[in-house]
C-alpha cells in the first residue's frame, strides 16, 4: 500500500465510523487486536469505545485537518464538534456545543491498523462544560 492509501483508510475510518456512525468500517480497517495508548484491545471491544462517546456526544463530528504519513505510519491532527448530551467524565448533561482537537499516530501492518496512539485536548473539553476553570 502506498502512503496515499493508508492516509485514506485513517480518513476513511473517521468519515464512516464517526460522521456516519457505521461502526462496521471497524472490522475492515483495524487488526483483531489493536494497541491503543499502549493497551491491547480488540475491535469488539474498540466499538464499544466509540458508542459509549456518542452518548455523550450523540452529533459528534469529525474533520480531518491535516495529515503526515512516513512508512507504516499515518499522523492526523483533527477537529471534533459535538452537543454534550450526556454524561462524560463524571459531567451531567450541560447541552453545551464543544470543540477539541485531537492527534494521533496509526501504524499500519499488511493494510490494517495495529496501533493507535491519539492525544484529545480533555482539559479544553472539560473547560467548556464549565467542570474546569477557563
Known sequence: MTLEDHKMIVRRFFEEAW??????VVDE???????????????????????GRRVAFPDIH????DQVAEGERVSTRRTWQATHRGPYRGV???GKQVKWT??????FSQGRIVEDWAVADEFSILQ???ALPA
Open 102 to 107: 485531537q492527534i494521533s499516530i496509526v501504524r
Open 92 to 94: 451531567a448533561p450541560t
Open 128 to 130: 467548556q462544560l464549565g
Open 29 to 51: 480497517i483495524f487488526a483483531l487486536t489493536v494497541i491503543f495508548n499502549g493497551q491491547s484491545v480488540t475491535r469488539e471491544a474498540l466499538k464499544q469505545a466509540l458508542a
Open 62 to 65: 469529525v474533520t480531518v485537518d
Open 19 to 24: 460522521n456516519r456512525q457505521n461502526l462496521n
